[in-house]
Nanobody, 126 residues
Framework: QVQLVESGGGSVQPGGSLRLSCSASGFTYYNYFMAWFRQVPGEEREGVAA????????YYADSVKGRFTISRDNIKNILYLQMNSLKPEDTATYYC???????????????????WGQGTQVTVSS
């Protein structure tokens, strides 16, 4: 029921920055977990960062701590992922996801989420 549309992907050099956006609509519950995942062809989808809207708690994968920041525009329902100091290992398709906060979940586990965007490609290379 929730619709998510990602944008902001592109190609950058190592050490560069990108800001991904996820426009969300169709929320029917008070609070949600919202998250960014990434996937390389042939590999499992990996949790990157997540936020719990109820108290604005954030969660990050160890591989991106200190480099990526997840944030929200509460008025416009836009989820952001600011990515700094990008590395070639960050190359992947990045997906936005949402799950209603009806119970406690593991916020970086892809199996917890039912609503997904179509993805935006991020390529980091020289």
């Amino acid at each position: 029921q929730v619709q998510l549309v990602e944008s902001g992907g592109g190609s950058v050099q190592p050490g560069g920055s990108l800001r991904l956006s996820c426009s969300a609509s169709g929320f029917t519950y008070y609070n949600y977990f919202m998250a960014w995942f990434r996937q390389v062809p042939g590999e499992e989808r990996e949790g990157v960062a997540a936020v719990f809207t109820g108290v604005d708690s954030t969660y990050y994968a160890d591989s991106v701590k200190g480099r990526f920041t997840i944030s929200r525009d509460n008025i416009k329902n836009i989820l952001y992922l600011q990515m700094n100091s990008l590395k070639p290992e960050d190359t992947a398709t990045y997906y936005c996801a949402a799950a209603p906060a009806l119970r406690s979940i593991q916020p970086l586990d892809a199996s917890e989420y039912n609503d997904w965007g179509q993805g935006t490609q991020v390529t980091v290379s020289s």
